[in-house]
C-alpha cells in the first residue's frame, strides 16, 4: 500500500471518532518510527505512554515469538493453569507495594478501573465513588462516569449514578465529601489526560488516611504513571501509601494491550467466586510480553534514567519560560512533562510545526502539550527532540505573535 490508499481506506471505512494527523506509520525502532514513504519521525508520545521500552524492541518480538509459539490461549482460558502467567505474578509480587496481594488481568486501562470500582462497591457494600476533577479513568460507562472532564461525559447521559467530585488536591473537599456511603475515592496520583497535574507530596498519604478513617476505598489510577514513567515503579509504592486497588495498564506490556488491577488482602478476602473474570485476562501470550517488558525496565534500571532525563529535559524546557512569553509554564515528573501555553490556539499551532518537522507531541487540556518519550531514551535523542520543540515554538511566535514587550 502506499500512504494514499491507506489513508483512502480508514477515512472511509473508519467511524470518525479520531481527527488524525495525516501520516500511515508503517515500522518503528526506538524512539524513532518510519512512514510508508519511508521518512522518519520522532515520537515523543511514546503511543500515548504505552511503548515505554521504545519501538521494535527486541526482547517484545522474542518475547511475543516464543510464547505464540507455545501457546497464545489456555483451553478454558483461566480456568486452567499458565507458566507465563504465574511467572508475570512473581515478578509482579516484587515490584508491586507489599501489602497488595491479590492481582487480576485485564485488557485495557478503562476495563482494570471498572472492575477495581465494581468489586470496591461489593466490598464495601456501599455505592457512591468520589473522583477528582479533569481526572481521566476510561471511556467504557463506569468510567466515564468516574471522569472528570464533561467533554468526555456530558454528551453520555444518563451516565452511572453515584459518582462525585471535588477537586484534585484539595484534602479539605475529600474530608468534607467522605460520608458512610463512600465505597472508594479513585485518582490518578499525577493526573495525565487533565494537564500533567502533579500534587503536592502529602496528598496521597493524607488521602490513604482519611480514606481509612471513612472506612472507603482508595483506588489509584497507575494506568498512566505506573512502570516508572515519573521514575520510581509506582508513585504509591514510592510514597508508601497503602491503597486498596492498584490499576495498571499502558507501560505494562510495553504496546501490546494488556492490562491488571492489584488488591489489599482486605479486598481479596472479601471477594467470592465469580465475583469477576474474562475471556482473554491473563492470557499467557500478554502475560509473556509484559513479563519481559518489566524484567527489561528492571535490568536495565530505568527507574534512574527517567530520573535523569526527566531533570534533563525539565532543565531544558525551563529556559523557555523565560524565553518566550507564550509559554506560561513547564511542569511535569520523570518523563511525564508538559508545556502550557497561553491559549490553545497557540498549542494547537506548535503542535502542527512540532509534526511538520516530523517530532509527535500530544496536545492536552487545551492549552498543553504533552511530552512523553520511551523511558530507555538517552540525553542526544532527549536533546534533538526538545531542540525541534524549541524551534517549532520560535516559529510560531515569530509568525504569529510578535514579544509585545
Ligand atoms: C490515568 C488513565 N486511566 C485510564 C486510562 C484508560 O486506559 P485505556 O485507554 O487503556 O482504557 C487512561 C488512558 O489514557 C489513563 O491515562
Known sequence: ????????????????????????????????????????????TSGWGVTCIGHGQKVIREALYEQAGKIIQNPN???????????????LREILPPNLTG?????????????????????????????????????????????????????????????????????DALEEILDENVAAMILEPVQGEGGVRVPSDDYLVETERLCKKN????????????????????????LGVNVDFLTMAKGIAGGFPFAAFSMSEQVVKNLDLGD???????????????????KYLMDHNISDNVERMGRFALDMMGQWKAQYHKVVDVRGKGLLLLVEFEDEDTAVRVSDECFARRLFVRQT?????????????????????????????????????????
Open 103 to 171: 492481582v487480576f488481568f485485564a485488557n485495557s486501562g478503562a476495563e482494570a478501573n471498572d472492575a477495581s470500582i465494581k468489586l470496591a462497591r461489593k466490598v464495601t457494600n456501599r455505592m457512591d465513588v468520589v473522583s477528582t476533577l479533569q481526572s481521566f479513568h476510561g471511556r467504557t460507562i463506569s468510567t466515564a462516569s468516574a471522569t472528570g472532564q464533561a467533554s468526555h461525559r456530558d454528551k453520555f447521559n444518563p451516565l452511572m449514578p453515584n459518582f462525585r467530585f471535588i477537586p484534585f488536591g484539595d484534602l
Open 365 to 405: 487540556h487545551g492549552t498543553g502539550i504533552r511530552i512523553f518519550p520511551a523511558l530507555n531514551i538517552n540525553e542526544g535523542e532527549l536533546e534533538e527532540g526538545l531542540t525541534i520543540f524549541r524551534e517549532a515554538v520560535e516559529v510560531i511566535m515569530d509568525k504569529n505573535w510578535p514579544d509585545p514587550s
Open 215 to 238: 472506612g472507603s476505598l482508595l483506588i489509584v489510577d497507575e494506568i498512566q504513571t505506573g512502570f516508572c514513567r515519573t521514575g520510581p515503579m509506582f508513585i504509591t509504592g514510592a
Open 1 to 44: 500500500m502506499t500512504s494514499k490508499a491507506t489513508f483512502d481506506m480508514e477515512d472511509k471505512f473508519m467511524a470518525p471518532f479520531f481527527v488524525k494527523q495525516r501520516v500511515s506509520i508503517e515500522k518503528g525502532d526506538g524512539i524513532h518510527v518510519w512512514d510508508e514513504e519511508g521518512n522518519r519521525y520522532i515520537d515523543f
Open 276 to 294: 469477576h473474570g474474562g475471556t482473554y485476562c491473563g492470557n499467557p501470550l500478554g502475560c509473556a510480553v509484559a513479563h519481559a517488558v518489566i
Open 77 to 91: 482460558s483461566g480456568l486452567t493453569y499458565s507458566p507465563a502467567r504465574a511467572s508475570l505474578l512473581s515478578l
